[in-house]
């Protein structure tokens, strides 16, 4: 193989990937959020973190156990969930992905990893990527959310304001 | 093609390749998690795949076409039938680009290569600690790079394959490659030192587990094993991919065989291996030796820890089996190069190597002995004169003195051993002193040795001073002065000592540089008419000493009766 046409195989085998990738993403739908049994762990988490991002807090604070409510008022979620939105970067996109489950019974913890990009991806915007752990019980035959949170982040982080 | 458009070209080449590359990588990223590598998603932005894709085909879209023209108008100048496809060919400045983009694609292919590792063996160990590698993104790094590295590889193959290349059109891909094999063997070697560390706290019960405890904790089983395993495998793929390349170009017959055997880079890694691998045998026996001294002098800890019997016995054996690997490589090393260099034919080839050897690991020894020696007797000068660094309560000075104790102990062998070999070769053969090698030797010692005194002169002179000018100076000035002044006292030793080498050795080389010049030294009967004309013309006979190389088959006495058949009138070619 000449070096010339080594520089149109290489073009044509990137125009080949691209024309792939629009056609994976774009007719196939990608990547998307997996729909998880009901009843699951990870199923009242993703209710819990649908509800956050369509900003219906009735909702998300119902996800929480009632230890947690007892923890963390409904007016106080609001007030931080508030403060959490005004001090989050406009542009900021997240994913939120499962590392896996551990614990058995009625508790236990959902390790995720959330992947944050800033800006549209160009000069050093990410993604970064973070750990979190969630505390699950189940209560009541519902799996909820063992501790207060304002999004993902421990609620009494918010408490100081 | 001039050297500006050459210049253009490349670096244009090379900024639109990264443009291009980080695209790609973006790319191929967003199809594999689209095809599920890299986690369930339960949440989060829909749109984050699709701006993904956005990115990657708008860096392509850039990157592409910018490289594309580059690299075909520099592929194209290298077309034989261009009159400059041998000047590109041969160029350096190509062989500098190729190597410097096989250099940094390998490092980008590597490290997410071992990213890939850690995220298996965390996957294996679920309960270590959570790790936050992205394996989409890591593998399709690896793919690209990988990629990107065989097409420029292939590049660089074709030049070699069209004919010779010389000089640095040689010599910046060739160092690529030693550079790579060295950064390998390092790797391969650690990373084995480290999984033998770690065999002798798992059977002993030394370490933190990590079953339990803190799964965050970066000294636990799991965390360690994740780290050395990557070393192992990329360090091993590293260096035998580049070291076997090596090796299967010095065992060609044609120009690159002939180039790769007598390269210095290839002569010069040899020494360099075993330079590195007499400091990594001190630095990690230090680990053991350390410990077992300040036992004997009355320690129970080692950095500030304590330190049972068990736990002793543990120190000693997991500094062994660091060191271990390091020790097999080094005899590994010396086998292959002493029979590369008996393989050549030319006995100077062996002495040269042997000699490198020598040199460096002698050097090394000597760096780590003088190091401690100082600090001892810094420490003797400081309780003979009644200062108070032996006195004070908490014992630290019995840690320190173990461990500089310790690094005296592992050097002094090393220098004693090759400088005692060195001096015996040097008896017998006074035409050693007129050895760069030896005076590159002596040189640096007496450089290094000046140089790190300095410091330790100046604490002496700025107290000198300070008495001097009535100034005063807080602390006990036996003690603040000991250690600079137990420095300097080797220092001034090890200078002196390698000084007088130095002058011996120049008392030798004297009278070969005040002989008279250009004594008719050529024979025979092409000689002697040589002689007559320069007597006929008052002109002295210069001796020039040439290289001929023959296949080792071939007939000496026909290949010199061919050449002596084409000299000019006045001229002859003798065998020395």
Known sequence: MSGSRSVVAVVAGVLGLIALAIVIVVVAGGRQPRTFPAGSPEAALQAYLTAWDAGNYEASYAAFSSGAQQRMSFEEYERYAGDYRFNTSPGTQRLVIIDRTSGDGDHVTVHLIVEETYGDGFGGGGPYRNERAVQMVNEDGAWRLADPLVWLEPAEHFKTF | ?576
Not at chain 2, 136 to 159: E, F, I, K, N, Y
Not at chain 2, 237 to 247: E, I, Q
Not at chain 2, 531 to 552: C, F, G, K, W
């Open chain 2, 1 to 576: 093609m001039d050297v500006v458009r050459r210049l253009y070209l490349y670096a244009m080449s090379a900024v639109s390749l990264g443009v291009l590359w980080y695209g790609l990588q973006v790319l191929l990223m967003v199809l594999l998690r689209a095809v599920g590598l890299g986690g369930v998603v339960i949440g989060g932005d829909p749109d984050n795949e699709r701006r993904a894709l956005s990115l990657a085909i708008s860096l392509v879209g850039v990157g592409l076409p910018v490289w594309a023209v580059h690299w075909f108008l520099v592929e194209r100048s290298l077309n034989r039938a261009r009159p400059t496809a041998e000047a590109e060919r041969r160029s350096a400045l190509r062989a500098l680009y190729l190597s410097a983009v096989l250099a940094a694609l390998i490092v980008l292919g590597a490290a997410a290569g071992a990213d890939l590792i850690r995220q298996v063996v965390h996957r294996i160990l679920p309960d270590v600690e959570l790790y936050l590698g992205d394996a989409a993104g890591s593998l399709a790094t690896l793919v690209v790079s990988a990629a990107a590295w065989a097409l420029h590889a292939w590049a660089r193959r074709r030049d070699a394959a069209l004919g010779e290349l010389r000089g640095a059109a040689a010599w910046w891909p060739r160092a690529y490659r030693y550079a790579l094999a060295f950064v390998g063997v390092a790797l391969l070697l650690e990373g084995v030192g480290a999984l033998l560390a770690l065999g002798v706290d798992a059977l002993t019960g030394s370490g933190v587990p990590g079953a339990g405890s803190d799964p965050s904790f970066t000294d636990s089983y799991g965390f360690r094993l994740a780290q050395a395993l990557p070393n192992v495998v990329i360090g091993l793929v590293a260096w035998a991919s580049h070291a076997w390349a090596s090796d299967r170009l010095a065992a060609e017959v044609d120009w690159r065989g002939d180039s790769e055997r007598r390269s210095r880079l290839r002569l010069g890694y040899w020494p360099i291996v075993f330079g590195v691998a007499a400091v990594a045998v001190i630095l990690h026996a230090n680990e053991g030796l350390r410990p077992l001294l300040g036992r004997l002098l009355g320690v129970r800890s080692d950095f500030f820890q304590p330190l049972d019997d068990l736990g002793l016995v543990a120190a000693v054996a997991r500094a062994m089996g660091a060191a271990l690997p390091w020790i097999v490589a080094w005899w590994l090393h010396r086998r292959w190069s002493r029979a590369e260099a008996a393989a050549s034919g030319e006995p100077a080839a062996a002495v040269l190597l042997d000699r490198l050897e020598r040199h460096v690991v002698a050097a090394t020894g000597l760096a780590f002995s003088a190091v401690g020696a100082g600090w001892i007797v810094g420490l003797a000068i400081d309780v003979l004169l009644g200062g108070n660094r032996a006195t004070i309560p908490d014992g630290g000075w019995r840690y320190e003195l173990a461990g500089f104790l310790s690094l005296a102990v592992l050097g002094l062998p090393l220098w004693v051993w090759n400088w005692s070999r060195l001096i015996a070769r040097r008896g017998g053969d006074p035409s050693e002193a007129a050895s760069p090698v030896r005076r590159a030797y002596l040189l640096l010692v007496v450089a290094v040795a000046i140089l790190s005194s300095l410091g330790g002169l100046a604490i002496v002179l700025y107290r000198l001073v300070a008495f001097l000018l009535g100034a005063e100076v807080p602390g006990n000035a036996v003690s603040e002065l000991s250690t600079p002044v137990g420095a300097l006292a080797v220092a001034l030793a090890v200078v002196v000592y390698h000084g007088l080498a130095l002058r011996a050795d120049q008392a030798v080389r004297a009278p070969e540089l005040t002989t008279p010049t250009v004594p008719p030294i050529e024979v025979g009967p092409a000689a002697a008419a040589a002689d007559e004309d320069a007597s006929a013309t008052a002109e002295p006979a210069v001796r020039h000493t040439l290289v001929l190389t023959t296949p080792a088959d071939a007939d000496i006495g026909e290949t010199l009766a061919a050449l002596r058949g084409v000299l000019p009138e006045g001229q002859s070619l003798d065998e020395a």
